[in-house]
């Protein structure tokens, strides 16, 4: 059963930086795409990001331009660059294989964009 540990959270002001990293527990992983989602309160869980195993990458249309998602060469952990954050990124991020179902899901790690 694949594992996700996400971290890096925390209480930014607005404008501020971030970055969050999220480490899975699949020995495979680095043949499929991962991906950042977050669940902001009272809302559906949404897909920001997502970077295939050659590296490629996609955004949200809310995101994008200040937003980088990475992943280490063994694939298995991947990372969320945030920049400019807005109040409205507010949010408990997650990561995941995109192409997985049903989907199991780690704790995530809470984004608070907060002056």
């Known amino acids: 059963q694949v594992q996700f540990v996400e971290s890096g959270g925390g209480l930014v002001q607005p404008g501020g930086s971030l970055r969050l990293s999220c480490a899975a527990s699949?020995?495979?992983?680095?043949?499929?795409?991962m991906g950042w989602y977050r669940q902001a309160l009272g809302k559906q869980r949404e897909l920001v990001a997502t970077?295939?195993?050659?590296?490629?990458?996609n955004y949200a249309d809310s995101v994008k331009g200040r937003f980088t998602i990475s992943r280490d060469n063994a694939g298995n952990t991947v990372y969320l660059q945030m920049h400019s954050l807005k109040p409205e990124d507010t949010a408990v991020y997650y990561c995941?294989?995109?192409?997985?179902?049903?989907?199991?899901w780690g704790q995530g790690t809470q984004v608070t964009v907060s002056s």
């Open positions: 970077i295939t195993s050659g590296g490629n990458t």
């Open positions: 699949f020995s495979s992983g680095s043949a499929y795409a």
């Open positions: 995941n294989y995109p192409d997985f179902r049903p989907k199991i």
